[in-house]
């Protein structure tokens, strides 16, 4: 966990006593809703179909108890006693009255939470893998990087209303699960040929609209330069993307119209002026910030402890969740947990307030106090000893909190739609809904194997469809809702876009279509060991369209 300082606090109350002032000069009619649009959204208040939305911060995906505490506050006080965790490590509440926002926002500042930059053309919540500091593939923890990055892009004056808004992942492990290429910036943390950390520097990723996989325009960047660089590729962005056309103005489309080759020879041109000045990193600094996080004092354990092993094989249901949401640690004797958010029938990634209490709790008890939020929409107890295992898993059951779906069939990313979101065409939870019930059986879903589903219900791919296994992307047709499918799309370190399969179908029959999906591609694999993209890849798209639209 980081520890936050007094500027951190202060900073935020500031803007809590700001935003209580533009709120009460709204709601007096001394500014009408356009004026105050922008002094929302600098604050994370968006208005929706029913009402105002709030999306609050959680950097790099980590919370504190106490913070976890604090959402559930949040949610019992001024929603409907839940909240919405995000693919961008964010949260939202949905249901926050106007009057109230301000006191939301104190409430948050209570606990060192926020809700700046999660709107607007700025610099967003910077991400990264829901793992870091205890993955065991991972060389580094990438967090202290993205703090440095917060400190130095938090209210930054030339930063702050860039020409659209821009998204910034980083990566430290082999497998990436932080989805660095299809971010506006992406930073992998590699090793050099001397054995030296760098960050690989990856530009012009993105979904929506019009999607791109990044393209890599430094292979190697040095510790020291790490804000100079990404300070340069800003003042480009800055300077010569398009404020005209909202459609043309993220950084995706200036690194395709000039090429990346291009885009890098400007980025280069303006870090030379740069790369030695104010920006360079003194060592002193890195080891600043990284001694502000602290890790936990683990015991000496061993892997697999008898008692363990024991439940495993004696008890098929702790079996199946153990497989699904365990993972290893690189501290021998622990584990990371993932918690599903993905109960059948449930709205994807929601809690409720009962539910992060409990985890809260569960935190404190058996993971040194610290949470994740994955950007598939679940959360993570990152510190859990082996020897704990069966009974966490018996509380998480208590708490409809261990649904062993992790990164199965049911395990669906979805964005709110059109339940929720003004900008939304078709509904997405309800489709997410009906899937997990299709998909319900557990040893149907085990025998699928892993296989992710992603759906948005607009072309703002909030949902993250373009890089689903199967995605699912909600489009209007004279007034209907109707569905665009693509297959083989994927995240990691092999990220791909999705590859369109035909023509869109009806809300009513879109579940039924993606059960055809699943069997078409469970009669053509090769083995059961053979992963879906994998089939995907192997033969395209046109068994499973024949499969599709032969009857349709």
């Known amino acids: 966990m980081y520890r936050y300082d007094e500027f951190d606090q202060a900073l935020v109350e500031q803007r809590v006593s700001e935003f209580r002032d533009q709120v009460r000069r709204r709601l007096a009619g001394e500014l009408t809703e356009d004026e105050f649009k922008i002094l929302r959204l600098m604050n994370g208040v968006y208005l929706q179909l029913h009402a105002y939305m709030l999306r609050a911060a959680i950097p790099y995906g980590t919370l504190s108890s106490d913070q976890m505490r604090g959402l559930a506050r949040v949610a019992q006080r001024y929603d409907r006693g839940y909240g919405h965790f995000t693919t961008r490590q964010n949260i939202q509440f949905n249901w926050i009255k106007l009057e109230e926002m301000p006191d939301t926002l104190a409430d948050l500042a209570s606990v060192g939470l926020h809700a700046m930059q999660t709107s607007g053309n700025c610099v967003r919540n910077i991400t990264t893998d829901q793992w870091a500091g205890v993955a065991a593939d991972e060389f580094e923890d990438p967090r202290i990087w993205a703090e440095i990055l917060r400190q130095h892009s938090t209210l930054h004056p030339e930063f702050s209303f860039l020409p659209r808004k821009f998204k910034v992942a980083i990566s430290a492990a082999a497998h990436d699960r932080a989805a660095v290429k299809v971010h506006d910036i ?111 004092n683990y015991e000496r354990l061993s892997d697999n402890p008898s008692a363990l092993a024991r439940a495993r094989s004696e008890d098929r249901a702790f079996a199946a969740w153990f497989d699904s949401a365990v993972s290893n640690h690189r501290q021998p004797g622990y584990a990371i947990v993932t918690l599903s958010l993905k109960p059948i029938g449930g709205p994807p990634g929601d809690a409720t307030a009962a539910q992060m209490d409990a985890i809260a709790d569960l935190a404190d008890r058996f993971s040194f106090g610290e949470i994740r939020v994955g950007h598939e929409q679940n959360l993570v107890l990152p510190h859990v000893a082996q020897r704990d295992l069966v009974e966490l898993w018996q509380q998480l059951q208590m708490h409809e909190l261990a649904t062993p779906n992790v990164g199965l069939v049911s395990d669906i990313i979805a964005c709110p739609g059109l339940d929720y979101c003004s900008l939304a065409n078709a509904r997405s939870i309800p489709v997410a809904q009906e899937l997990t019930r299709r998909f319900r059986d557990p040893a149907l879903a085990r025998s699928i194997g892993r296989l992710h589903i992603n759906i948005s219900g607009c072309i703002n791919a909030c949902g993250h469809h373009h890089i689903g296994h199967i995605g699912i992307l909600g489009v209007e047709k004279n007034g209907e809702e109707f569905y665009q499918i693509t297959l083989g799309g994927r995240a990691d370190e092999d990220a791909k876009l999705g590859t369109l399969l035909g023509p869109a179908v009806r809300y009513g029959e879109i579940a039924d279509v993606i059960e055809d999906v699943v069997e078409a591609y469970v009669a053509l694999r090769q083995r059961p060991e053979e992963l879906f993209v994998d089939t995907v890849k192997r033969l395209g798209v046109e068994p499973f369209k024949e499969r599709v639209y032969a009857a349709r």
């Open 186 to 296: 992406g930073l992998r943390m590699v090793r050099d040929g001397a054995g030296e950390v760098g960050f690989e520097v990856i530009v012009g990723g993105g979904l929506g609209r019009t999607p791109f996989i990044g393209k890599t325009i430094k292979p190697f960047l040095h510790k020291r330069d790490f804000l100079s660089y990404i300070e340069a590729i800003l003042r480009v962005y800055n300077q010569h993307g398009r404020r005209d056309n909202i459609y043309k103005a993220r950084i995706k489309i200036l690194v395709h119209e000039l090429g990346a080759e291009k885009f890098a020879a400007e980025v280069e041109n303006e870090w030379r002026a740069i790369k030695n000045g104010a920006l360079a990193l003194d060592p002193a600094v890195i080891a600043a910030v990284a001694a502000r996080f602290s890790y936990p």
